[in-house]
């Protein structure tokens, strides 16, 4: 039986039988995977895709090397960690996350942050991002010995010291070299008293051939809620999906700057927002993985934390007025 023919009585026997195979409409052509993580990856390295899915990219690749180091019983790495080098600052911005206008003066220790950063270096095999803040930590006389700590117990870190570069004019050149020889990216938020003055930083930096990253804030949002009934969970994850900012402070790592600093809104106005949410990094038995499970967990601050709970105030940038109103989520 030739070919040509035998196909021909196929044809006929389905018709016959009733199982006549209709033709397939045709699906428009989708991009092979390989070429669309392919074309994704490439805008990630390119700097193409915004700040939130670069974020958001990060997060799912530190994520799965977690779990592998997990897996494999390895000491996991610490993503992120912020560090107050002082809590008051040189701007008084009205709801201020970290409390900076209502804050004492107060001035990290050298001797205690090195003794930090040595467990740190027992309980993590490297914290991703260190960021030297405040308050404005360009007040602290001692800044540089913070910053060459830093990089003495964490090499491979991206250290940044954050700031709102009032200062920076008046640095010293040893300031400057520090940064320079330890390759610190200089993060320079401009609020609207300083517009206009990032090209002047920019050039200021670039003459001492130290690298800054700038960004313009100019509205703020109120978190507080004083009934404390927020939503834990609800509040907890939306954070967490916005940011990762535990703190660091005398040997305590906290959850996120909230429970850390809210001491002086408490002082200030009399409130009961809890201060737990940390834990003791010298204690003894510890492990990192103890630690970042810490991390994970919704602290009670969050009751008094409207974050993700319910549309948040928001307002354009002012001068604080030291009033619990600056930080309340909603005013009666
Ligand atoms: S510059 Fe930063 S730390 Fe200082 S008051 Fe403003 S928001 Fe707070
Ligand atoms: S108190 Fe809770 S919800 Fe608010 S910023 Fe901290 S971790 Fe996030």
Redesign the pocket.
Known sequence: MGGEEKLNRDATDSVIEGNEKTPKKKKPKRMPYKMLIKEELYKFFTGTVSPRTRARVRYFLDINRERMLKTLRLKPFLRYVEVHLVDH?????RG???F??IAGEWFADVNQYEKDMRRLTELFRNVNTVRL????PLLHPQIESFVALTKRYFPKADVRVVT?GILLPAMQDLFWEMCRSNSVILDV?V?PPLKGKEQFFRNLANSKSVKTDFHSVSAFSALYNDKGDSDVKRSFLRCRSWQYCPNLREGRLYVCPVPAYVHYFNETFGSHVPEDGWLDIHAQSLSGWDVLALLDKATSACRYCMFGWKPIRTFPWSH?TRSVKDWQATVR
Do not use: W
Request: aromatic share 6%; charged share 5%.
């Open positions: 600052c040189n701007l008084n911005c201020c996350s970290h900076s206008p803040m405040g308050g404005e709102n938020t609020y604080s």
